[in-house]
């Protein structure tokens, strides 16, 4: 069972450049999430969609932008990334009113 | 959204019984509770979700009083593997999960 799955693993990037975090889900549920972590803290959700064709923010949106691809693909897009960026980034799906599922995310260092 | 507090960090031993209780003081009355835990290097784990009473399944139970401004995440016989950190969440489903907080979450540390 893949459930969910998040490339890269790890990633280092430059200031100023771009990139783009890739989500997909296996379990056909229709709400997809990305959160960031930052060291010793909880989860704060940036973007998530309700369904497929649907975004909407988060917490903390700024700097980022989402695409959600299809009914299993989710995209997080940075386009100018900031040392402020530096987290781990999860991707979590969940059927309607159901607990989430989350992937193991993408560890993204930005110097 | 309902503010939850919970137990920075906890230390346990082997075999022993872990209770780590969330305080969520302005619950509101289609609010659900529900737990998740974090391992090192993973995403969160949904562990359990209750409304009232007590609810149990093969990995914890949760209990939750009559005025459902707290809970306790009831962990039996622990053992090193169940070291992690376990967040306590507060909100109603059908709200949409997007709604839910992650706090700081316990640390569990269970010791040999």
């Known amino acids: 069972n893949a459930g969910v799955t998040q490339t890269p693993k790890f990633q280092v990037l430059k200031t100023g450049q771009s990139m783009t975090l890739q989500c997909a889900q296996d379990?056909?549920?229709?709400?997809m999430y990305w959160y960031r972590q930052d060291p010793g803290m909880g989860l704060r959700l940036i973007y998530y969609?309700?369904?497929?064709?649907?975004?909407d923010k988060g917490e903390v949106p700024n700097g980022y932008n989402v695409s959600r691809l299809n009914k299993r693909e989710f995209s997080l897009r940075l386009e100018s990334a900031a040392p402020s960026q530096t987290s781990v980034y999860f991707c979590?799906?969940?059927?309607?009113?159901?607990?989430?599922?989350f992937g193991d995310g993408t560890r993204l260092s930005i110097l | 959204l309902a503010k939850t507090t919970q137990p920075i960090s906890m230390d346990s031993y082997e075999g022993q019984e872990v209770n780590i209780t969330c305080s969520h003081n302005?619950?509101?009355?289609?609010?659900?509770i529900t737990w998740y835990q974090q391992f090192p290097s993973q995403g969160p784990r949904f562990i359990i979700q209750?409304?009232?009473t007590k609810v149990t399944n093969e990995v914890a139970s949760l209990f939750i009083p009559a005025d459902r401004k707290s809970s306790t995440l009831s962990l039996p016989r622990v053992s090193l593997s169940d070291t992690a950190v376990y967040y306590c969440?507060?909100?109603?489903?059908?709200?949409?999960?997007?709604?839910?907080?992650f706090g700081a979450g316990t640390r569990l540390a269970v010791h040999p």
């Open positions: 209750g409304y009232k």
């Open positions: 969440l507060v909100g109603s489903p059908s709200g949409g999960y997007n709604k839910l907080i």
């Open positions: 979590a799906s969940s059927r309607p009113n159901q607990p989430q599922h």
């Open positions: 969609s309700a369904s497929e064709g649907t975004t």
């Open positions: 302005n619950i509101a009355t289609n609010d659900y």
């Open positions: 379990m056909n549920h229709n709400s």
